[in-house]
């Protein structure tokens, strides 16, 4: 069976987005700190359209990340909108015409909604819970991984079922005090075994093995 897979970024304090996150704001108060080290790499910047980049130690990293996923999950946080019912003119999220995940996509929400494609990314809606939406992205990806997007909520709800395979934090070295934090409702039942430690410009890379 396919590995369910994390990679976020989180401040040394726990948090995957800062206090006060907004349509404004998405990721809070002093939240896009956290990416700093990534945006400056190219191996994130060519599948995003932008040209130049950093050559460093996270390139590998970030490529194993991207490497062998069929699939992603996303919570409605993350692909945006706001809160309640998505209303006759809906939000058709934070990346344009041309997103940049090129695999089929599963948002997680509490309304129904058809699904959107926008270029090659078919986002489809899901109602009825984190198992539904680990099924459907399993399918669609066939042989490949599944990764989980964010936020904080949807990553803490699977880790807490047990689900989750692989989980890599990439630590920036700041301090947000507040916002989206993760392990929120995850108990001591669920076990880490770690894979790999590496220092990196601007970020320490955390992998684990998840039981």
């Given amino acids: 069976m396919s590995k369910l897979r994390v990679h976020i970024s989180v401040s040394a304090d726990g948090y995957v987005a800062g206090p006060n996150q907004s349509e404004a704001d998405p990721l809070g108060e002093g939240g896009e700190s956290l990416h700093d080290w990534v945006v400056a790499l ?65 948002v997680l929400t509490h309304h129904e909604r058809e699904p959107l494609t926008l270029s090659d990314t078919t986002f489809t809606f899901v109602t009825d819970g984190i198992e539904s939406a680990l099924e459907q992205a399993r399918a669609a990806a066939g042989d490949k991984d599944v990764t989980i997007g964010g936020g904080a909520d949807a990553i803490n709800q699977y880790l807490a079922a047990g689900l989750v395979d692989e989980l890599e934090l990439h630590v920036a070295p700041i301090v947000l005090g507040g916002g989206a934090r993760l392990f929120d409702g995850v108990g001591p039942e669920v076990q880490l075994e770690q894979i790999r430690a590496l220092e990196a410009p601007g970020v320490t890379h955390l992998k684990y093995r998840v039981g």
């Fill in 42 to 106: 190219k191996a994130w910047r060519e599948p995003h359209g932008k040209e130049g980049g950093e050559v460093n130690e996270s390139t590998s990293v970030m490529e194993e990340a991207m490497a062998g996923v069929g699939a992603e999950i996303m919570g409605r946080g993350k692909f945006g909108g706001g809160p309640g019912p998505w209303g006759d003119d809906p939000w058709q999220g934070w990346w344009g015409e041309d997103p940049p995940f090129h695999i089929p996509v599963f």
